[in-house]
């Protein structure tokens, strides 16, 4: 029997199992004098904490899996060159490496760098792009992962631990704020290709937590949501009474199991996606969109064309209410580069650059990048050293995402890697911290936005991250 049904209790085995399972947590809430709980709803989406803190309303998570290589892009170390074919010096501990190759010597970074913007940030010519928006990005030099692979590394990135189980950030972003929309999913996933992401549908899972919180998977294409106009010869009248129909027989059928969470998720998404019908058709239209809008994403080049779809349609759904929306570029952990980074890279680089610069110019100029905070970032970086002579291992022990918009204070670097760029050696920003940050710049304290899993309290940061405040604009 599942115990979490600890908010309506249907019958009296539910009051029971919900009251014996809640002494503690109550105990538990006087003693630290904090709340446990979000306000509830009938509504599993419903918003449940009002903002207070933060000044974004939604995200736009620009992943990039299989680990971009922060050294090449955005954490320029010349020692890495003066030092080029040279093994590891031995003031440097060894790290261990994915592929456990040792005493490979540092490979070159070939890029060449500038200090962009008013603010100097420094940017490879991987990222030209990138130049021109330097100055609403703030640069996090010194984040740092427990995932060596990158089933744990995506694990964690997404979720927070490197196992597989705990629901994922657009889930806790779901749960905490609630939907703007009821005609649109709260949660929306996309990828660049039809190769599955690392993990499967467990990077956007809800684990623990009801189904009902789990992100949405939007085809590859020009058709990303499928079916929904009426079947031919079907008028809206009839496909009303028929939805009417099946909703009522769900609910016949749903009452007495509602602890069953999936059950209900399942109806949800059913009703969801009648209602979507209206609007969804509207939202992912991009034919409407003028000519220099669809030229600013690169969706006039073929190898910017998928990624610039995907960003222009990201704007739509989250001016639109859509809380969370995760763009996948490379996967199938593209980005990884074990051998011949300079081809793999170059590639990769160019598919994204454009569009995501599109991305930020078009927020910006419509007023939209106050609200909505965007995250940069794969799993982990790459090492200084070479791997198969033309390629870099993973490194999770420091590496570089960014973020922009939603009250982030832009055009600066924090934290540092040391001069090889392979640990992070000041403001270390581990995974907890950077989702307990991003939960803050939403609006959420991270410690108060709780939910109970079999009788203990869950938090999104695993109960150990901290929120950055440097990060914040004054």
Not at 425 to 454: F, P, R
Request: charged share 20%; glycine share 12%.
């Amino acid at each position: 029997m599942n115990c979490n049904n600890i908010d309506y209790p249907h019958s009296r085995r539910d009051f029971l199992c919900s009251a014996g399972g809640g002494f503690g947590a109550l105990a538990y809430a006087a003693l630290s004098g904090q709340p446990l709980f979000a306000a509830t709803s009938e509504n599993p989406v419903a918003e449940k904490i009002p903002q207070r803190f933060g000044k974004a309303k939604n995200i736009i998570w620009l992943f990039m899996e299989g680990g971009p290589s922060h050294i090449d892009l955005f954490d320029h170390k010349p020692l890495v060159n003066e030092l080029a074919g040279q093994t590891l010096p031995e003031s440097f501990s060894r790290p261990v490496t994915a592929m456990g190759e040792q005493n490979s010597p540092l490979l070159e970074c070939k890029r060449k760098w500038s200090q962009c913007g008013e603010s100097g940030l420094w940017i490879s010519d991987w990222l030209p792009h990138h130049h021109e928006i330097a100055d609403e990005l703030c640069v996090i030099r010194s984040c740092v992962s427990d995932g060596i692979n990158h089933a744990g590394g995506v694990c964690q990135m997404n979720t927070g631990a490197v196992f597989g189980g705990r629901p994922s950030l657009g889930a806790w972003v779901s749960y905490g704020l609630g939907t703007a929309t009821e005609s649109l999913p709260t949660f929306v996933v996309m990828k660049d290709s039809n190769s599955m992401v690392v993990n499967g549908a467990r990077a956007w899972g809800s684990g623990f937590m009801p189904s009902s919180h789990q992100g949405v998977l939007f085809e590859t294409g020009a058709e990303p949501l499928r079916n929904l106009n009426n079947p031919k010869g079907v008028s809206a009248e009839q496909q009303q009474r028929k939805l009417s129909f099946i909703n009522r027989l769900n609910r016949r059928h749903y009452a007495g199991r509602e602890s069953n969470s999936e059950l209900d998720a399942r109806i949800q998404s059913y009703e969801l996606a009648a209602r979507m019908q209206a609007d969804a058709p509207t939202a992912i239209d991009l034919d409407h969109e003028p000519e220099h809008i669809k030229e600013l994403y690169g969706m006039d080049q073929k190898e910017t064309e998928v990624y610039g779809r995907q960003c222009l349609l990201a704007r739509r759904l989250v001016e639109r209410g859509v809380r969370f929306v995760q763009l996948y570029s490379g996967a199938g952990s593209k980005w990884d580069s074990h051998s011949n980074i300079e081809g793999n890279h170059s590639r990769l680089c160019k598919g994204v650059d454009k569009p995501i610069a599109g991305l930020i110019a078009d927020l910006k100029q419509r007023g939209l990048l106050d609200d909505t905070l965007v995250v940069w970032g794969g799993e982990f970086g790459r090492t200084p050293m070479s791997e198969k002579g033309t390629g870099r291992d993973h490194n999770p022990t420091g590496f570089t995402m960014w973020m922009a918009g939603g009250g982030v204070k832009a055009g600066q670097t924090i934290g540092a890697t040391d001069d090889l760029g392979l640990y992070a050696v000041e403001d270390k920003l581990h995974v907890h911290d950077i989702h307990a940050t991003i939960m803050g710049l939403l609006g959420m304290d991270h410690t108060k936005v709780v939910y109970m899993n079999k009788g203990r309290p869950e938090r999104v940061d695993v109960n150990e991250g901290h929120f950055f405040e440097e990060i914040v604009s004054s």
